[in-house]
């Protein structure tokens, strides 16, 4: 069974809209850390987010914001009012305990495209 | 602001050939990682090495690969006999701890096999 699930394979935005990227994990953990991150054209792998399983507050960042909640598994990312620039694969993430150190596990990606 | 560095960028080599990539992961963490992405897919675990040896691997990481670091800085990827589908971007990463800290990624070395 996949352990992070982003249903949405590819979005297609006008710049200045709203989009909301989703991420739907599974684990058996009562400790485990959500992760986002950003792939942009160039290929790098940028960190965006990082949070752990005991704290569900919403997160803002600028024009970014999180929602996490462990009712539903889920952990979304919003961006408010798009930007060419914010054009990329994003990648949610998982880490759970795994012996000596930690099994982090990407989801498959949603490829955002924000258009002019 | 300390980065995790790889190199090369980009190698093309040809099938059978061994290849070596190379990652300076950032200097005080304790975790160090390689992942691949093939092309237009997800990315995918290889191995997570800590205290000098293997902590896990995936079962793509089999005899053909290997890791190592041989000296306080470096921490190299060998595939000993490479195939067409080993095509991929490998990323480098590296850790703080093990314990759900965040993990750093280099910005890749994207390997072609011909």
């Known amino acids: 069974a996949q352990k992070v699930t982003q249903a949405q394979t590819e979005i297609s935005v006008v710049e200045k809209e709203d989009v909301t990227l989703d991420c739907v994990y599974e684990t058996r953990d009562t400790t485990y850390y959500l992760f986002w991150y950003k792939q942009p054209p160039s290929g790098e792998l940028v960190f965006l987010i990082r949070?752990?399983?005991?704290?569900?507050q919403n997160e803002i960042s600028g024009r970014y914001s999180w929602n996490f909640q462990k009712s539903t598994s889920s952990f979304n990312f919003t961006i408010t009012a798009s930007q060419v620039v914010d054009s990329a694969v994003y990648f949610c993430?998982?880490?759970?305990?795994?012996?000596?150190?930690?099994?982090?596990?990407f989801g498959p990606g949603t490829r955002l495209s924000v258009l002019p | 602001e300390p980065e995790v560095t790889q190199t090369p960028s980009h190698q093309v080599t040809q099938m059978g050939q061994e290849v070596i990539l190379r990652c300076v992961p950032i200097s005080n963490h304790l975790y160090f990682y390689w992942y691949r992405q093939i092309l237009g897919q997800k990315v995918e675990f290889l191995v997570s090495?800590?205290?000098?040896?293997?902590?896990?691997k995936s079962e793509i990481f089999d005899d053909q690969f290997s890791v190592e670091r041989p000296d306080g800085s470096n921490f190299t990827l060998k595939i000993r006999s490479t195939k067409l589908e080993d095509s991929a971007m490998y990323f480098c990463?590296?850790?703080?701890?093990?314990?759900?800290?965040?993990?750093?990624f280099g910005e890749g070395s994207w390997l072609t096999v011909v």
């Open positions: 090495f800590y205290n000098n040896e293997i902590s896990e």
């Open positions: 990463a590296s850790s703080l701890t093990g314990d759900g800290n965040t993990i750093y």
């Open positions: 993430a998982l880490s759970e305990r795994y012996n000596y150190g930690q099994n982090f596990v």
């Open positions: 949070r752990n399983s005991f704290d569900e």
